[in-house]
């Protein structure tokens, strides 16, 4: 086949990736339902409708504003679910494009591109980082800009780094970080006379203003939670078997053989390292991050393994087109056919958790809105998915679908637009107890409603506790129970 019938073939698979994503219902993204309450609450509160505005406040200078905007403008025109899935598909599209548009630039092989696609579904998109998904994509444009200027310094040019230096700091503070700190290392190794780096100086100015503007703003709530810990580091072992794997999946044996594929693959179908050593920055700069910086840091997990959506791509940055191949057709097969073993799995996750949340659905409908919830998961992992956690923030659909109020609440974090007043944040649960249920018996009696998802039927047990034995089990679906306060 021609190059034309692969980029054919590349881009019917974007359409159609889509398409299933699109065909999906709750997508199985563990912090998604999070954000898509936050959403529902900020459109609730602008248009004067919520029952919660004396419990929050609007947090406008979030780095993950850009974000929320997005999916507030959707929210206009389609439900809260259905928006989810165009911004999920809307972010993988320009995902996938920015990268082709990087590989372009650089004038590096296919495989970039191609590879864009499975990462995509990997350790981000599992957890449901959708700002930070976001701001990837916009963070590699910004980088993308600067190269186009390298090439052509028109100040036009000059300007687009500018305005994309500002929607990506508005996007995601680690994604912001992280393409600054390419972009800059880019530009210095590349230009040759000191008078050219003084034309772009003024935008890393800008870029340092925004990042002291970040760090000087106080956060209200940081002193009432904690976990016990102030930053933890991984050792390079596991970070080593994570960067394999991660890329691909969240959880799994079987992506650190698919992971290992995809490393040597260049090398067994005789692609060759490129000449060109500017090259080598963007994988060596996410190497780099990917081993120095830390697993938690400032109330906030999984540091590094974020990076883990940009390694493949920037490794493939390095290898120049194929030459003259005897066997180049069946390596790009075999390459074809691992890509879409992955996908499939995709597929399969987001299909098969349209079927698995059906109980949650039914037990959604006998919910009367506006309503304090607590969720309770106790089984957050599902019976037929190969992602683990996709359940612990399900609740949240309940706040963003039905106008009520769901703890455990994202509400606490610091990034997010709509935030606890100190004064109204709960006082006898705090940040944690999503994986440990049980401790929040005490509380129970704070909820109008209580959710929870277990598959040991002995949980009626549990909520027989004195502390919650006024609540009646209004509606059970498989797994999902729902109790309602009764008269104490």
């Known amino acids: 086949m021609n190059s034309k019938s692969y980029d054919i073939i590349f881009w019917g698979i974007v359409l159609f990736t889509i398409f299933v994503i699109m065909s999906g219902s709750y997508l199985p993204m563990v912090d998604l339902p999070q954000h898509a309450g936050q959403v529902a609450v900020l459109d609730n509160i602008i248009k004067g409708q919520s029952s919660w505005s004396d419990l929050v406040e609007l947090n406008f200078t979030t780095p993950y504003l850009c ?77 993308c800009f600067h190269i186009t200027w390298l090439n052509n310094k028109k100040i036009s040019n000059l300007l687009l780094i500018l305005v994309f230096g500002v929607i990506l700091y508005f996007s995601h503070m680690l994604s912001y970080l992280f393409f600054c700190l390419l972009s800059f290392l880019y530009v210095c190794f590349s230009l040759n006379k000191i008078n050219e780096f003084f034309k772009i100086s003024v935008i ?47 959880y799994g044996d079987i992506y650190i053989f698919i992971g290992l594929f995809f490393l040597v693959f260049p090398f067994l179908a005789n692609y060759k390292l490129t000449r060109d050593k500017k090259r080598y920055i963007p994988v060596a700069v996410c190497l780099i991050c990917w081993f120095a910086l830390p697993h938690f840091l400032y109330n906030t997990y999984f540091i590094y393994e974020r990076y883990s959506i940009l390694f493949f791509g920037f490794y493939y940055l390095i290898f120049d087109s194929q030459n003259k191949f005897i066997y180049a057709v069946y390596m790009k097969f075999i390459f074809m056919l ?128 004195k502390n919650c034995a006024n609540y009646i089990l209004k509606s059970q679906q498989g797994e999902w129970y729902l109790y309602e306060k009764g008269i104490q």
């Open 67 to 143: 974000g929320y905007l997005t999916w507030l403008f959707l929210l206009q025109f389609f439900d809260i679910v259905t928006s989810s899935k165009i911004l999920v598909s809307l972010i993988f599209l320009l995902f996938v494009s920015s990268f082709n548009f990087l590989a372009i630039l650089l004038n590096a092989s296919k495989l970039v591109k191609w590879i864009s696609i499975p990462t995509f579904f990997g350790f981000c998109y599992d957890w449901g980082f959708v700002t930070y998904l976001l701001a990837t994509s916009i963070g590699l444009l910004f980088f």
């Open 204 to 250: 890393y100015f800008v870029n340092l203003c925004l990042l002291i503007f970040y760090f000087i703003q106080g956060d209200s709530l940081s002193g009432m939670y904690g976990y016990g810990m102030s930053v933890e580091f991984q050792g390079f072992w596991d970070k080593t078997i994570y960067l394999l794997a991660y890329p691909f999946n969240m």
């Open 338 to 465: 691992i890509v879409m073993y992955c996908l499939i799995l995709d597929y399969k996750n987001i299909l098969f958790s349209k079927k698995e949340s059906q109980n949650f659905e039914r037990v959604l409908a006998d919910m009367a809105p506006e309503k304090k919830l607590l969720t309770l998961i106790f089984d957050p992992t599902g019976y037929t998915l190969t992602t683990p956690y996709t359940y612990v923030h399900f609740g949240s659909w309940y706040q963003a679908q039905k106008k009520g109020w769901s703890d455990f609440n994202f509400a606490w974090f610091h990034p997010q637009i709509v935030r606890y007043k100190p004064e109204t944040a709960p006082k006898l649960i705090k940040p944690g107890f999503e994986w440990e249920p049980a401790k929040a018996i005490d509380s129970c009696q704070e909820y109008d409603l209580i959710l929870i998802r277990v598959y040991n039927p002995a949980i009626k047990n549990f909520m027989a506790d």
